[in-house]
């Protein structure tokens, strides 16, 4: 039994967390925040003031450091422990987050010569300023039958690598020359411990286009987007991409010393939040779908094979769990779509009569629908509030509400939203399962799971499936000290695989969600509504979401 | 010029109004409400205290003579004019607000051994408890091939008066027996001041299914409905069915003395509110479309002929201006639809805001509606919450949003309900203009129209068509004091037709909202739209509606 301790740092896209984590049993000893000082940069660039233009969404590559810097330090201090009991450091982080960097791997934004530049600054995953780099890319992927385009359901997204680094070299071509590499800023930050860049099977698999076997798309498709990327992926995004547990390198002294850790403690390659969180819950299997829960939901899932699925956001081998095939699908609103609700739908009544029972809005309305049976309220909805990323892969379509009548109340409106995104969760669940990748079993981590009885209950009779809850309130970092603890290695008292390392440290809440049997079978009549209504208003029998919103944009434009 | 007047009586759901009309020009010199002293009787028999069961809606007919008592002396006081200066009165009510009377025209319930048994009383428009009758009377109707049918729309209404009379015998044979005639309301109360029960074209027509050639439907179809109803129209509905604005007979001198006026006053056959508005907006011609707004719509129309138009609630020769075929269609819920998403969707920081502005949430919602362009939400209704009237005539039709997004604002949604009554109307009109029914210009009165500009613009742009607003606020009661003068004809100083009355009597305001151009263009797209999920959701094609509706009965049952 090891007595030994590996810290997790979860990069997210406000501030960033470490959490020290006991090898033996997973137990979260400490954790400390740090807010990002620049935060998110949407408006203007520091010291020059430089405006923004919209959809832009910038980070400072300094503030990462600041986190390593301070809060590394403090959950040392609050634990009580010697820097020789750390053996390993892992982080996850937000993707694809991007920045340009020279030749010593710094971020050309701290140089005076390109600090004025936007294009020099980190590019957040939300940035969304390449979508016509994006929309060219999927035309031209489509036009000439790439295959890449099916593991990633038909659509590369704008906020992924290839379309930030084409809108650098469209919108700011000194810059894009200037850059000795693209890097996400996950490998950047573990570079600045270890003094050497890596690439991870994460993120390149994911937000890179880049396949084990395959590598990534041709030169020859790259130079038809744009003769001045044809050498892309043999430039500024060569460099070896290991899978995830590899160890990236040890801590400098220099950083050893900055974060009050020992020289040469194992520093594991990066990883993505959502990712992280898949062994952190104890998955390392295939047949066990995890959600990662909050204002979307992510959705992942491992398989010995690779298979085409509709609608997934990318298929990666060693993308997840290395050894399997780590399968990523999203549904792009869903905790927001329950937010909407309380801030622009719920009636004043409402709002005071929580107020008066010292409850949230949420609480309130979520006592409320829990006294309703499935059906009961007769309304449905479509859970298109954000458009549908699985299976559809849709942005223009849009939320419908069904089933409404003089006697609504915001309760039943409230819980028809619950179960529309736990159609949502079915819709991928199926496509899955149809494509013959299975899912058995589901298990729920994030923001909503662990508050939210009623939505956790809906889901397992919606899905007719058993869900297992996070036990940890910090799933991504706990995952990411367990990749830490192998890249460490058994020998120095960590694991010498994710696998071993979850038996160990992986937790669940015991209480479990089980389906009632009565409400699956209600549930599977409202399924087979929604299930209708999804495919008239998605799959092009009526476009009518389309043609509101072309209609809408029309009209903004008067 | 006259110098004579007319008073108008109408009675409402919950009192009765008294207007005293000036015959040289229609002016509006006094009025007075009187509430009715019992209301609404939904849960229990005065006196007896007897409970009633849900869907019971009874009224005391005492109540109706209180209005003519308090009321006539009221505004005769109030406008201080002699009994001889009032040559005439009429009246309208709501229908089918019917009850049972003996030989003497005196209400069943008046009497002691009947008034414990609740169908001896006055069974109110709303009472909703003979829906087993109507279900029948429709579906017999229908394996009969029976063709009055068409002139309601395929479907008898459980409010109306065959199916309450039927529902008397079933429930209270006795009631039944005893009752000499079953008689509206409306009749029953100019039989009061007359001594003489007559009916009226319009009741008879659009409620008790009479026909000015045909007459009722066969005693054969009453037969087949139970044998014991064999003879209903000979004996019970029997009596004289006279068009409107015929004089039903003179005041007589008790009751001129209980009323303050003159004995002899001529005392016009009753009629139905949104009817009597016709021609007191001046519309005594075809191709002008009545829409009598409020909780609901009523659409009236004249037209030379008499056509099959699909969904109309009833066509009726005299049944709104003689000579005419009146056409009645509707919309089940406007004005409730816009009340229901203030009382339970509007949040609110939004109460809040109209709070501090010092105006209601509703003219806050109008206001912020009122700066969108046509389109510019993305949002679209159907506006079913209380079932489709008109044109299709089906109660389980229920209320839909869709275009909705994270981004959408209440003020957003509240202007879609409102384009989705206004699409409804437009239904309704495209409905008739292509039944070979004219319509060519739309006229407003009722609740909503003077008081909500941008639901009028809207519905003049949506429906292409200027609209016109009546200037007064008690259309109804002016239109029922017009028919007044042309019972007393002009030798009284009064007007031998409605038409000559309306001539000088009937006004609009001088304000007309007319289409935009611009705002045609984009409703003409979003109506197609609109009649696309129409047709789809009401038509057959998904009846999502209907199964959501029987989903919800069978989940209140567990």
Redesign the interface.
Known sequence: MSSKFAIGVDYGTESGRAVLVRLSDGAEIAEHVTPYRHGVMDEKLPVSGYKLELDWALQHPTDYIEVLETSVPAVMKAAGIQPDEVIGLGIDFTACTMLPVDEAGRPLCWDQAFSDNPHSWVKLWKHHAAQDEANLINEIAARRGEQFLVRYGGKISSEWMIAKAWQILNEAPEIYTAADKFVEAADWVIGQMTGNIVRNSCTAGYKSIWHKQEGYPSADFFKELDPRLEQLTETKLRGDVLPLGTKAGGLTAAMAERMGLKAGTAIAVGNVDAHAAVPAVGVVTPGKLVMAMGTSICHLLLSSEEKTVEGMCGVVEDGIVPGYFGYEAGQS?VG??FA?FV??????YA??AAKQEGVSVHEWLEKYAAEL????????ALDW??GNRSVLVDTDL?????????L???HE?YRALLEATAFGTRKIIEAFHGSGVAVEELYACGGLPQKNRLLMQIYADVTNREIKIAASKQTPALGAAMFGAVAAGASAGGYDTIVEAAQRMARVQEETFKPIP?NVA?YN??YA?YN??HD??GRGA?D??K???A??E???M?
């Open positions: 609103a927001d779509i909407w801030d622009e739908s719920v009636p004043a709002a005071e049976k499935p059906g009961e309220s007769g309304v449905l509030w954000n849009t939320g419908l509400f069904v089933g409404l009548t003089l609504t109340k915001p409106m009565a209600v009549k409202l509504e209708a209504l008239y208003f009526n009518v979401m043609r509101l919103k209609i809408k029309q009209a903004g008067l």
